[in-house]
């Protein structure tokens, strides 16, 4: 559940009339912090299971015919921070106790004193002990109240949480309420929400018995069966903060001295240091709708799937080939964050029907450097250069084993659930 204290983020560590008044410049990574978008960012690594022919399996139970693994970042590293300490105000902190802007803590690095020779030169302290909130340095030395400390830890990126839900006989996927923390605003009003990082447990509350899990993406679980009717069961999860980037478009003369094959449409990332992103990760721009118009058949189960990777909501209802209209919310919904839902006992088209859909997709792109470019400038840390490259839509065709899905979508993607291992 990493917190912001900063007092340009929110609420300090400090009571408002005893905050310490120093002087910290804005570094390029709080610029892109207050500027930039909230992404979620997903690292990609090869899936290690193979067929006899070494293609990925459309129907692997560890990258679900995806040809890659997806993960999220879980420790952040805050290099050079100038955390408050005791000495800048003894009435709000003990000396020697210092109250990192970020939390929870998992890690801690170096805790510097930077002083002239005249002064005694430069003191790395011991550190005595940390927990979530605060980190505690050996008493030998301690700054002066104008001394300025620079310190680098590492906050944790999960927060576990759990919710408890009802099987009803029909359902095999469930979503999840994962609220950020701090609701940062943005001019359109829009709020965001965590990704589920990882599966805890999936028990029934009144056998403690596992419920088998088949996969997970942003908020929604989804089970090899359907939970029994009238039982209750926890799902418990750890679930991670987006990102944040900020993206403009890629010059030729940038693509051209960093070597960069660059084609139309290919745009330019920039994301602090500390962001462990490189070739083949996806970013999904949770802020930013795309008006999109498809023709969709339908299709005999319960839901129709859309070829988009990422749908932020259905507009308005939708008109099928015999000039019928069904209503959204009532004959129908978004599901998962990728499929049309027909409600049962409710009109929805026959099978085989065309119907038209307008949605609004959340914009998803693909790191297409080999590895994102770090700058450095007089011993400091710039943010990362990245060069993305936009996630198509899927376009009907074979798909083919073995072919990593660069920018078509494979796998859990497309396929539908219905039956399918």
């Known amino acids: 559940m990493a917190t912001n204290t900063h007092p340009r983020g929110g609420r300090g560590v400090f009571q408002i009339e005893l905050r310490p008044n120093q002087f910290n410049p804005t570094t390029f990574d709080e610029v892109i912090e207050r500027q930039g978008q909230f992404a979620r960012f997903m690292k990609s690594r090869p899936c290690p299971v193979r067929t006899e022919l070494s293609h990925h399996d459309l129907h692997c139970r560890v990258c679900h015919g995806r040809g890659e693994i997806y993960e999220f970042q879980q420790k952040y590293w805050i290099y050079n921070e100038t955390s408050p300490h005791g000495s800048k105000n003894p009435l709000a902190c003990e000396a020697g106790l210092i109250k990192p802007w970020w939390r929870p803590i998992i890690e801690v690095g170096n805790v510097v004193l930077f002083r002239s020779e005249d002064e005694g030169g430069v003191i ?102 359907k939970p029994e009717n009238g039982r209750e069961f926890t799902i418990k999860v750890n679930a991670a903060e987006p990102a944040t980037i900020a993206i403009e478009p890629l010059s030729i003369k940038l693509a051209n001295e960093l070597k960069w094959d660059m084609e139309t449409g290919d745009m330019l990332g920039w994301m602090a240091e500390s962001w462990e992103i490189g070739k083949g990760d996806l970013l999904t721009c ?10 969709i058949t339908r299709s005999d189960l319960p839901y129709d799937v859309l070829p988009y990777f990422d749908i932020f909501s259905i507009s308005g209802n939708i008109i099928d080939e015999e000039g019928k209209k069904y209503i959204n919310e009532i004959d129908f919904k978004l599901f998962d964050y990728n499929k049309v839902l027909w409600i049962p006992e409710k009109n929805s088209p026959s099978k085989g029907i065309n119907y038209s859909i307008v949605l609004f997709e959340r914009t998803t792109y693909r790191v297409k450097n080999e590895k994102a470019e770090l700058n450095a400038s007089e011993n400091k840390r710039l943010p990362k250069r990245i060069h993305l490259k936009k996630l198509e839509r899927f376009i009907s065709a074979p798909i083919i084993p073995g072919l990593k899905n660069n920018d078509e979508l494979v796998g859990d993607w497309v396929k539908d659930y219905g039956g399918v291992t």
């Open 124 to 225: 790395e302290y011991e550190i005595v002990s940390f927990d979530e909130d605060e980190i505690r340095i050996t008493n030998d030395c301690l700054p002066e109240s104008f001394q300025v400390l620079l310190v680098d830890y590492a906050i944790n990126l999960f927060e576990e949480k759990e919710q408890i839900f009802t099987g009803d006989g029909e359902s095999f996927v469930f979503e999840m309420n994962l609220p950020m923390n701090i609701n940062r605003v943005h001019g359109n009003n829009q709020k965001f929400h965590k990704s589920i990082a990882e599966i805890i447990s999936v028990k029934y509350n009144d056998t403690n018995e596992d419920i088998p899990v088949k996969t997970f993406y942003d908020q929604s679980i989804y089970f090899d069966s």
């Open 286 to 295: 949770l802020g930013v709708r795309n008006r999109q118009e498809e023709i």
